[in-house]
């Protein structure tokens, strides 16, 4: 069964980690893609290997938290497949780790621009195309966003933002047939939560897996496979909503990872082929 036949979806940030699983989750199932991102990220290799997988995907480039870029990347979708049916504002930025008294001003300003306004710009220039189609929008939160997150507590802050700005296009939007829910991601294996390519360190890494009562990090795809739920009309009745996909740490008590069974610290193994989990920049970038 192709859940998204017929549907066609921008996913903000879909060149590497989640978004990649995103984009070729949704082409799989039958989606038309819109693989957005920067011009460093590999976005065009994503929609390239959609394609060759025998699905339907195009890229583009362009900082999105610029409402004329925003604009732009609406118009392409529609241009080339006729309408937009689905937002993901998956993009976002985790570039430091630090103190409140030694975060820096440059990091929050890097971090809100790139997690905040984009979600904005692009919720502003798709709603118009998704009121025509009873469209929705399914927007990256996190645990962070709900309980604060230690060491990065803007970043946290900048999800809230998200949760409470999708919360409110999908009170203000149900009047035009517009749904809008929110995914949270705990610690996911990318880039970003390996010492070697993100801003954790080896104490924080280890938190990770040892504050969720699964005892690992999720996969890419799993957090896709909500995703794909959230933006089907599987989901017709589902509009305001968080859904936690975190392993569990936000209602953990204590280091409860390393008590789950054997059988649960397993990544599975899923049917997507992603290559980009470990892509995507973590430190500020002059060209975003």
């Known amino acids: 069964m192709k859940r998204l036949e017929g549907k066609v979806a921008i996913v ?10 995103i984009c070729k989750k949704f082409a799989q199932e039958g989606a038309k893609v819109v693989v957005a991102g920067f011009p460093e990220d590999p976005v065009e290799d994503v929609a390239k290997e959609i394609q060759e997988a025998g699905n339907t995907a195009i890229a583009f480039t362009g900082d999105l938290s610029l409402e004329a870029n925003a604009k732009s990347c609406v118009d392409l979708a529609v241009k080339q497949y006729g309408k937009l049916d689905i937002l993901i504002n998956n993009a976002g930025v985790f570039p430091e780790t630090n103190l409140v008294t030694d975060y820096t001003e440059e990091a929050f300003d890097y971090m809100f621009k790139n997690n905040c306004k984009t979600t904005f ?14 469209g929705n929008i399914v927007t990256a939160g996190s645990e962070a966003g709900v ?28 009047q035009f047939g517009v749904r809008a829910n929110i995914v949270g991601p705990g610690p996911i ?28 990090r999720g996969t890419p795809e799993e957090v ?4 794909l739920f959230l933006a089907s009309d599987e989901a017709s009745f589902v509009t305001g909503s968080h859904y936690m996909v975190d392993g569990g740490i936000t209602i953990a008590k204590g280091p409860m990872g390393g008590k789950a069974d054997d059988s649960m610290k397993e990544q599975p193994e899923g049917n997507l082929d992603l290559k980009h989990a470990k892509d995507g920049h973590t430190t500020i970038r002059e060209s975003a």
């Open 189 to 216: 294996d990318t880039t970003w939560t390996h010492k070697e390519t993100g801003p954790m360190d080896a104490e924080m890494e280890k938190m990770n897996t040892q504050a969720n009562l699964v005892g690992r």
């Open 121 to 134: 710009a692009m919720s502003k220039a798709a709603l118009p195309e998704l009121q025509k189609t009873k």
């Open 12 to 21: 903000t940030g879909g060149g590497a980690g989640i978004g990649e699983a």
């Open 147 to 174: 309980l604060g997150i230690p060491q990065n507590t803007p970043y946290g802050g900048t999800k809230a933002f998200n949760i409470a700005f999708t919360k409110g296009i999908a009170a203000e939007q149900a």
């Open 224 to 227: 896709a496979n909500v995703y």
